[in-house]
């Protein structure tokens, strides 16, 4: 042990003491929760609710996640009222990543925040369409709020859009804090926006704030803080951006021809867009919409380098090279690379005029340059364009070597017009060549025989003879493809993997013993470096380019010796027996090679009918060859075969193996020329090939059955696990229940994870064609047709969004959803008044007819309720069904109401639905029978009466009857029936149902046309049409309300039996006498008093008269005696409140000299 060690003291246990007399607890070992379950039911049970909530909360519908590897920046967007703070807080971001400051903010900033994370800012202007827009793309809403003002206006109507279209995450910025000098009401403020902002997000949604502009700036550490937010939120998938691709554009180019532009400004323009993939894959010739613009189709897509790439290496943080910035419609991000020309970004004016105003001799001054200035200056002085420059340049490829120069290069000067030099095709490349020339030229006779091939004037003998006679030495290396022709290829055709006459060649004899000593012919070598390098374009191969050229066939006559220079192309060759056969073809049909597949057999139409009368021993050879595989010597059959049966009587095929159509790889190509042996050789290659291929049949069978056998005992596997309580893949809960949220989630993965493994081997090309441009790439989106006032009136302020469009969205029809009016937006809403719609990537403007449901049909409403759902049905794109949208009456107008009219969700796509509308005929009977009655006032003549025959009608008391027959008068009026007799009095109605069609009317919204993007106007309420004519709101005569007259009936009194009146007793008796018209002399009579009567009237009128005085002498002297009481109240009042302040004043007036004398 070290004795410079350091020891510590060792823990000693106390032995007397409060510590060691401390007991331990009695239920110590009851408490471990891990051994212990809860001894309560009650809380065992509040627990286990407990759990479930939990685990309730954290369900959703799961979605896949469709994000990239390499992902595109999240678009982060500054929304917020004018004057809040949005450009200063995206400048304050921008240093705060990229260490560069912005001028100004024009169109979208894209950022490297992080290892990981890139960031587009958009700032949103404060117009509709462009709020509209911005929630549909947008990942982060940053809402800026003016806290000295409060919430505004937009603020609402901006998150009222988002829920409508997704709702993306939102984080609260309060800007301009500093314009509080009361901390107290600062507090305050802050926690009165707080619990606003949560009532429209939700509770604990995060609001940052920021305190007052330094150098143009939010403080660093604020917006550090915030940037620490941003980069940790996670983004769930939206759905819409989840089915959907599209892209910002951060780049706006106009290519139209010039020449067009100037002869008509009017035309439409070709215009090129660029920016980063987001959402789904994009395919060419996909269609789009942009918003505000209309629908289009992409005419071209390029894949381009990334413009502002994440960092290659896994680094612990970001250098300052790392921290890219892109905005080029801000003039940020200096270089640019286009299809074209290459642009270079040089902030302000840099020349040598502006370096140096004064002076004239530059070359005298010596002030320092920096290396940008340098390159700059020298681009400035050249006077001659690139093409001289090239010219007088030179090369020297050795130390003491001289300089070459373009002039030096020797060009071999050909009639082709392509540099590719032609030449046959030879079987045989290891025959030696009667020419002289070495393998580096071509001798003067080939040009010569092409030159015949071209004009067509030679015939085929002639130049087939030409070809034979000046074979080089060696030949190119090129692809193993199936060539039936002596003729040369498509002068369009490029070879491959053969740029050099060096490349991939066998010059000398070593090179050829060796292959011979590895058992391999020089061509399977070529094969085998072609196999190995590179694999072929099957979506080519098999379907050929999309632009097809149509086959023109051409009837020539080959016995006048003419034909072109791809006559023999793709064509058997013609038996050796005489020249007299190949001319026997009468017809012969010529086509470009792209137009044929190349993995088949090319049978002229115009052969002999001997040519296709194979024999048994051929066919069987052929078979062989296509079943056996390339690569197992066992079943290709060997090589005299095929030149055996070159000599056979057919002679349609010839030398198959030496123009290296079926090769045998592995065979030696020394042992294949024998040609003694090839009759035996064959039969047994045919016995051993046929056995070979039953064997294999039973080896196939026998893998079926045991690969059926073990998904048999798998599928056994899960059952059990399944019956036993739990899932074999982990999602099964504890009480056996199947868990389909995980289940759902691995399916997702599963299925992303197989449709990433299909096409991880093809090529880019390819993955672009079949499945489409991956999202997070940076595309340039070539669109055709574009209206010229998009390109005239463009301003990077507003966001150009290309949004792809299903199949099922380009169609037009009546779309049913169910609405509801917004409830701070002020009026109900009016069928027949037009609407701004915002559904899906489209704004356009229809008009809605309002109805509601009860479950027999779908009743017209006039207007929209006030407090409830209703449903609505308007004409525009299909839309899927369950997505939102949002309406506002005019997306122009600038008004201090809330602009947001109403918001819904789409429910069907569905034409037949009708709507009806109720009509009521009102009509009042003139003669009544028993159970029938004659009506009139209905009907106008007898043919409208015929129409509604059988017809249900009813009466206000609610008798039902039926329109029997019309009557020949009065005009229109008829018999009906009823259940019972009805009276005069009635009133008889028919309610009738009328089909009410929606009407047909789509108007896209196009406010990127307009150079004042806030003033477009579509069709105008009706409202606003009558006040602009001065027209008065039509009224009809019958609309108006009358005062109701109501006459005064009369009954008949109650005739009652004289023998029931004896009956009944006398209370029940009628007492109702008749009224007498005459009076009865007992009212005329006077009644006169007598004097004793008088005198008692006069006394009680004398006491009343005195009662009466006396009360109101009383009531008045109690009125007066209250005023008294009242104002003595208040002058006590008075003096106790004076003596309470004063009293109060006093001891304030201590209590501050004691605390005074207490600071002391």
Known sequence: MDPNAQSNKSHRIS????????????????NNPKAFAMRSGVRAHKMAVRRVTLNEKKLHVPLLDRTPEIPPPIVVAVVGPPQTGKTTLIKSLVRRYAKHSLSEINGPITVVSGKKQRITFIEAVNDMNCLIDIGKVVDLVLLTVDASFGFEMETFEFLNILQTHGFPKIMGVLTFLDKFKDSKRLANTKKKLKHR????????????????????????????????FISVIKFRPLVWHNTHPYVIADRFEDITDRELVVNN???DRDIVLYGYLRG?????????????????????????????????????????????????????????????????????NFSKKNLYPDQHDLDNLNIPQGTGENLVLRLQDTDTNAFKQLESSHIQLFSQSNPLTSSDIVTHSSNDQSTRVRRPYSSNSAAASDSENDSDSYPQSDIDSDSKYESGSGSDSDSDANL???????????????????????????????????????????????????????????????????????????????????????????QDGEDSDDADFFKLKASKKSDNDSQSLSNDITADYEEFDSCKFFINSGSSASSTDFSEDFLQSLKMHFLAT????????????????????????????????????????????????SSSDHDDSDENTANSIEENEDEDEDEEVDEFAAKKELLKKKFDAQYDGGDDNGSGSEDGEVDIFAATKQEFNKQNELNKEEFMNDSPQLRAQVEGYLPGQYLRLKITNVPCELSENFDPKYPILVGGLLK????????????????????????????????????????????????????M?????????????????????????CCVQSASKSTTNFRICATGVILDNDQSTEIVKKLKLVGVPFKIHKNSAFIKNMFNSQLEVARFEGAQIRTVSGIRGQVKKALKAPPGSFRAAFEDKILMSDIVFLRAWYTIKPKKFYNPVTSLLLSDKTTWEGMRQIVDIRRDLGVKVPTKFDSHYKPIVRQARKFNKLQIPKALQAQLPFKNKPKLHSKKKTTDYLAKRAVVLEPEEKKVVSLINEINLLSNIQKKKRKEKSIEQKAKFEKKIKLQNEVTKEKVNKARKEHFRKQGLANKSNTK
């Not at 510590?19 to 070992?29: C, D, I, P």
Request: proline content about 5%; hydrophobic content about 30%.
């Open 15 to 30: 032995k007397v003491g409060a510590g060691a007399k401390k007991s331990k607890h009695k239920n110590a070992e009851k």
């Open 197 to 228: 902002f949560w009532t429209e997000i939700y509770q604990g949604a995060k609001l940052f704030y920021l305190s007052g502009v330094i150098n143009g700036r939010y403080p660093d550490q604020e917006i550090l803080n915030l940037s620490r």
């Open 265 to 267: 400004p009017k035309c």
């Open 280 to 348: 789904t894959k994009l395919r060419q010739g996909s269609d789009i919409h942009i918003p505000g613009a209309g629908d289009f189709v992409l005419d071209n897509i390029e894949l381009l380098a990334d413009p502002c790439p994440l960092p290659d290496k896994v680094r612990k943080r970001l250098d300052e090279k790392q921290k890219l910035i892109y905005a080029p419609m801000s003039d940020v991000g200096g270089l640019i690379f286009d299809k074209d020309a290459v642009y270079i970004n040089v902030p302000g």
């Open 468 to 558: 034979k006679k000046n074979k080089p030495k060696s030949s190119r290396r090129v692809p193993s493809t199936l060539n039936f022709s002596q003729g040369e290829s498509d002068q369009d055709e490029d070879v491959k993997y053969a740029d050099t006459e060096s490349e991939y060649e066998l010059s000398s004899d070593d090179q050829d013993s060796n292959d011979n000593l590895l058992g391999l012919s020089s061509f399977a070598k070529s094969n085998q470096i072609y196999m190995g390098s590179n694999k072929a374009d099957l979506m080519k191969l098999v379907y050929g380019d999309n632009k097809q050229k149509p086959i023109q066939p051409k009837i020539q006559n080959l």
């Open 630 to 677: 390339a690569f197992d010597s066992e079943k290709v059959p060997s090589s005299n075969d095929a030149t055996q049966y070159s000599e056979s009587e057919n002679g349609d095929f010839e030398d198959l193996e030496q123009n290296g159509d079926f090769e045998d790889l592995e065979h030696d190509s020394q042992n294949g020329n024998s040609e003694n042996d």
């Open 808 to 859: 099922a969205e380009t169609q037009f029809g009546f779309i049913n959803a169910r609405i509801k009016r917004h409830r701070w937006f002020g009026k109900i809403l009016k069928t027949g008044n037009p609407l701004v719609f915002s559904s899906g990537w489209r704004r356009f403007q229809s008009i809605p007819t309002y109805a509601l449901n009860d479950r027999i049909k779908t009743r």
């Open 861 to 885: 409403l006039k207007y929209t309720p006030e407090h409830m759902h209703c449903l609505v049905t308007f004409y525009g794109p299909i839309s899927a069904p369950n997505m939102g949208f």
